[in-house]
T-cell receptor
C-alpha cells in the first residue's frame, strides 16, 4: 500500500536560515508528488508538484523540491526562511493507477524564531 | 473565483445528533474530495466524487457517515448519529482533471461533538 513519511513532526529554524523538510514515499506505481502548506485555521495550499521532467521543481514563495527516485524522496527546501513561513507542511503522493486520490503525510510543523 | 466554500465553519453539537456539512466546489471542477483532519490520524481522505459520482468511499469510517453530490456545485457530508470521536476538522477540496492537477481546499469545518 502507498504511504508517505515525514520524519520530522516539528522543526524550528531561525529567520534567514535555510530549510529542508523531508519526505519519503512508498509507492508501487510512478508517483506524482506534491507539497502543500497549511496556515493556522486555513485549508491547504499547493506549494509545488512533480510528475515528470526536471527533478528539481520550483514553487511559490521561494520553495523548491527535488525528486530522487533512488532514495524515494521529495524533500522541500528554501534558502532563507521568513517568519511568515511558519505553518504546517504536508507532502502528498498520488498515481494514475490509484485514481485521483492523494495520500498525505502526517505533516511537519515549522516554527521560525526571530 | 470565490474558491471552495464550506459551511458551517464551526459546528458544536451533542452526541447523537445529526450533522450536515456542506461544500460548494470551484465552478468547472469535476472532482470533489472530503477529508478529515485530526491530531491522531492526520489528514485522511473519506470519499471522492468524479462528475458527481462517488468513486472511492473506502475512507468513510462507518455507516454513520454518508456523502452525496446531487449536482456539480454542491456536496454534503452527513454524520448520523454523531459521536465525540467524530470531532475533527473536515475539509472539502476540488480539482479539474486528473491526479496531477492541483486540489483546491476549502477553509474547513471544525466539528465538535460533546
Amino acid at each position: 500500500a502507498q504511504s508517505v513519511t515525514q520524519p520530522d513532526i516539528h522543526i524550528t529554524v531561525s529567520e534567514g536560515a535555510s530549510l529542508e523538510l523531508r519526505c519519503n514515499y512508498s509507492y508501487g506505481a510512478t508517483p506524482y508528488l506534491f507539497w502543500y502548506v497549511q496556515s493556522p485555521g486555513q485549508g491547504l495550499q499547493l506549494l509545488l508538484k512533480y510528475f515528470s521532467g526536471d527533478t528539481l521543481v520550483q514553487g511559490i514563495k521561494g520553495f523548491e523540491a527535488e525528486f530522487k527516485r533512488s532514495q524515494s524522496s521529495f524533500n522541500l527546501r528554501k534558502p532563507s526562511v521568513h517568519w511568515s513561513d511558519a505553518a504546517e507542511y504536508f507532502c502528498a503522493v498520488g498515481a494514475k493507477e490509484y485514481g485521483n486520490k492523494l495520500v498525505f503525510g502526517a505533516g511537519t510543523i515549522l516554527r521560525v524564531k526571530s | 473565483d470565490a474558491g471552495v466554500i464550506q459551511s458551517p465553519r464551526h459546528e458544536v453539537t451533542e452526541m447523537g445528533q445529526e450533522v450536515t456539512l456542506r461544500c460548494k466546489p470551484i465552478s468547472g471542477h469535476n472532482s470533489l474530495f472530503w477529508y478529515r483532519q485530526t491530531m491522531m490520524r492526520g489528514l485522511e481522505l473519506l470519499i471522492y466524487f468524479n462528475n458527481n459520482v462517488p468513486i472511492d468511499d473506502s475512507g468513510m469510517p462507518e455507516d454513520r457517515f454518508s456523502a452525496k453530490m446531487p449536482n456539480a456545485s454542491f456536496s454534503t457530508l452527513k454524520i448520523q448519529p454523531s459521536e465525540p470521536r467524530d470531532s475533527a476538522v473536515y475539509f472539502c477540496a476540488s480539482h479539474w482533471g486528473s491526479v496531477t492537477d492541483t486540489q483546491y481546499f476549502g477553509p474547513g469545518t471544525r466539528l465538535t461533538v460533546l
